[in-house]
Nanobody
């Protein structure tokens, strides 16, 4: 599975961004996907994930109520809609995919990362 993430950028606190991650190389409906992020000097952390059929989602407590993950199997794309952004959301965001039930930091497929910078 090859993953291409895009949509990052610079936004003011309180603003919104939508990240996209397009997958190729495997039937999209057969993979579970998710988003992780890594801020400078910190470990990569879980943000949100979605199951193969897009029927189940999970979020980190820090983004719950502000971020929404969705999956369009017809477009082979997973989205992360981010609203009410805060300075602490600044990080490189990575999409991940797995043939397992849900993604973790040990998942086998990763995109290249897209930078999100929130100015306060």
């Amino acid at each position: 599975v090859q993953l291409q993430a895009y949509g990052g950028g610079l936004v003011q606190a309180g603003g919104s961004l939508r990240l996209s991650c397009t997958a190729s190389g495997r039937t999209f409906s057969s993979v579970a996907m998710g988003w992780f992020r890594q801020a400078p000097g910190k470990e990569r952390e879980f943000v949100a994930r979605i199951g193969r059929s897009a029927g189940s989602t999970n979020y980190a407590d820090s983004v719950k109520g502000r971020f929404t993950i969705s999956k369009d199997n017809a477009k082979n794309t997973v989205y992360l809609q981010m609203t009410s952004l805060k300075a602490e959301d600044t990080a490189v965001y990575y999409c991940a995919a797995t043939l397992d039930y849900y993604v973790t930091t040990e998942s086998e497929y990763w995109g290249q990362g897209t930078q999100v910078t929130v100015s306060s």
